[in-house]
């Protein structure tokens, strides 16, 4: 099993571009889509992306800003 992991919250500009960016992934792949490529995509905005995306090889994990804050530690980075 092969995952697609995407971390997406915050600016709408930045959730455009993941699902974008997973548009393009399977306009890519289409004649080879593969059953065993999970999506997982982090957000703070699931219906923005169940919009376009859904099934069994999606799993959506709900961001909140405490997890957020919490994933950040005691140095604050964003991208810890």
């Known amino acids: 099993m092969n995952n697609l ?7 709408k500009d930045i959730i455009n571009e993941a699902i974008y960016s997973l548009l393009s992934y399977y306009y890519l792949v289409k004649d080879e ?5 999970k999506v997982v995509v982090y957000t703070d905005d699931i219906p923005a992306f ?15 800003k405490e997890l957020i804050k ?9 991208h810890r």
């Open 70 to 78: 919490e994933w950040k530690g005691s140095i604050d980075f964003i």
């Open 33 to 37: 889509i593969n059953s065993e490529v």
């Open 50 to 64: 169940e919009h376009f995306f859904f099934g069994k090889h999606f799993i959506y994990q709900p961001l909140t």
């Open 5 to 11: 992991l995407y971390q997406a919250y915050g600016n």
